[in-house]
Nanobody
């Protein structure tokens, strides 16, 4: 499975961005977004099952971010609204071939290259 993330950029606080993650179309059980800032561990943002019937969000983004998937073009999206400076990070998409939705990095075998999101105050 190959993942290609895009859509990052610079946005003012309160603004919105939509990240995209194109995959190679192979069947996986779950997809997710994580983020990382310098000197910190990669942290969970959002995840969904392949069929979209299971969703999970980090408390810090609940109500502001939405993960979705378009199976027609094998793309996973992360819609980010009401962005805050603390959302600034490199965002990574990930996919896991087996198992339920998870917030653990160790349970995702495939990772995209990351896309930088910068939120200015």
């Amino acid at each position: 499975v190959q993942l290609q993330a895009s859509g990052g950029g610079l946005v003012q606080a309160g603004g919105s961005l939509r990240l995209s993650c194109a995959d190679s179309g192979q069947i996986v059980s779950r997809v997710a977004w994580f983020r990382q800032t310098p000197g910190k561990e990669r942290e969970f943002v959002a995840a969904m099952s392949w069929r979209g019937d299971r969703l999970k969000y980090a408390d810090a983004v609940k109500g502001r971010f939405r993960i979705s998937r378009d199976n027609r073009d094998n793309t996973v999206y992360l819609q980010m609204n009401s962005l805050k400076p603390e959302d600034t990070a490199v965002y990574y998409c990930a996919a896991g071939r087996w198992g339920p939705v998870s917030d653990k990095t160790s349970e995702y075998e495939y990772w995209g290259q990351g896309t930088l999101v910068t939120v200015s105050s």
